[in-house]
């Protein structure tokens, strides 16, 4: 693991304090960023300290956010923010809320929060997702950092050789990436709260059909289905429509356990040759 750098721990970038009843105020870091803008795996654990924080203060004994859909409004910038937390309601094996994160006067996320607790011992009573057969860690292609792409600088990425092609300009006729990933922010390991990260963190996969690496997210739903049992998560991101210049993208997280963590889906605006 990489050794502790002040402001890469995730814990510690995604924190809010009380600013008022309802209130918190976070400061968003630049170490998690793509292209100089806070990532939206990112945004949506800041929007998940904010929601327990605030569900906390209203007498919720709930320990994790099990699902969070975010609508990206404008993009913020790193650097200081304010969210404002609604609850809706504190029930016993559920609670939800609403969070709004601000900058500048602006809304920048509008979210809806639900919360609950996993239990590290729950019993599977179906499991219809299947992990994605590739190669191991040692045979799979690390995807090195960069400072367009900050999050990879807190994430290590191997992905398997066989859907790499387009780092080396060969494009390929299926949308999906598959591989690795491990949170590497000199501090911790994967947890319920932080998987909202790594729901966003693989490479978009329109990449392999020739997108740019212009590909915004206009919404973004997260879902944290177990705590997680490995240090090393494998999972794929699949494009499955493209039209009309959006694009609509499947994740699962799976651990070592062979059971899914978390997934997610998001609606993304993309650009590729020859127009959308």
């Not at 996993?118 to 400072?147: F, I, N, W």
């Not at 911790?188 to 059909?209: C, E, H, Q, R």
């Not at 690496?213 to 998560?233: A, M």
Request: aromatic share 6%; hydrophobic share 40%.
């Amino acid at each position: 693991m990489t050794p502790p750098d002040e402001g890469r721990a995730l814990l510690a970038a995604a924190s809010v304090e009380p600013a008022g009843p309802g209130r918190f105020a976070a400061v968003l870091s630049p170490h998690y960023t793509i292209m100089g803008h806070p990532h939206g795996g990112y945004l949506q654990c800041v929007i998940a300290s904010a929601a327990l924080a605030g569900a906390s203060a209203e007498g919720s004994t709930h320990q994790h956010v099990t699902a969070v859909t975010t609508n990206f409004v404008n993009s913020p910038s790193a650097g200081p923010a304010e969210l404002r937390v609604a609850v809706r309601r504190v029930g016993r094996g559920v609670s939800f809320l609403s969070v709004t994160l601000e900058q500048n006067g602006l809304v920048a996320t509008e979210s809806l929060v639900t919360l609950g607790t996993l239990k590290e011992d729950s019993r599977v009573r179906y499991h219809g997702a299947s992990a994605p057969v590739m190669p191991d860690l040692e045979h799979s292609r690390t995807l090195a950092g960069g400072d367009e792409v900050g999050i990879r600088n807190v994430l290590e990425l191997r992905l398997d050789p066989a859907v790499t092609g387009w780092i080396d300009g060969q494009l390929s006729s299926q949308g999906e990436v598959r591989g690795w990933i491990r949170l590497d922010d000199g501090e911790a390991s994967w947890s319920p709260w932080s998987l909202l990260f790594a729901t966003d963190a693989f490479p978009p996969a329109t990449l392999l059909l020739g997108s740019s690496g212009w590909v915004p997210t206009l919404q973004l739903t997260s879902y944290v289905r177990r705590v997680p049992s490995s240090e090393w998560l494998r999972g794929f991101q699949r494009a499955v429509v493209i039209a009309d210049g959006l694009v609509d993208e499947r994740s699962e997280l799976f651990d070592d356990s062979g059971q899914l963590v978390a997934s997610s889906t998001q609606l993304a605006m993309v650009r590729l040759p020859g127009g959308n």
